[in-house]
């Protein structure tokens, strides 16, 4: 009798190319998946950006600065700043006009990355976020 690899191919490359593995999760405040991590402290990531470069982060603080845009393309993204207590703050992207204002707390889920650059531009300290969750 003759067995077919296929189901078992078909799976296995689920698994490699979509991301999802045993620590992904689903938390009803986000419409996607998010990668399970432990919140850090914004000021932490500030004392040792090498550490958390290219790394998936979840912070809490209050939003700053927002300011809602249109890329040249024609699609719309937020950008921010999220501060803590003693005045630490990350600049945040995402794609989307979010529904947030000045001083909100917000926890947000995303990649941590030191330098990014993108289109002849350069960021510095900034989460691409994949996630931001209002909280009270």
Not at 50 to 75: A, F
Not at 111 to 121: A, D, T
Request: no cysteine.
């Amino acid at each position: 009798m003759r067995k077919s690899y296929l189901p078992i191919l078909i799976f296995a490359f689920f698994i490699l190319f979509t991301g999802f593995n045993s620590y992904t999760i689903w938390d009803s405040g986000f419409s996607t998946p998010l990668l399970a991590t432990q919140k850090v402290e914004i000021s932490e990531i500030k004392a040792n950006p090498d550490r958390y470069h290219n790394q998936y982060v979840s912070v809490e603080g209050y939003v700053e600065n927002v300011k809602q845009k249109v890329s040249k393309r024609g699609n719309p993204y937020t950008t921010f700043l999220i501060t803590d207590k003693k005045g630490n703050s990350l600049k945040v992207f995402i794609w989307g006009w979010e529904d947030i204002s000045e001083g909100d707390k917000v926890r947000v889920e995303g990649i941590f990355q030191k330098v990014k650059y993108v289109s002849g531009y350069t960021f510095y300290n900034e989460i691409s976020a994949k996630g931001i969750k209002k909280l009270k």
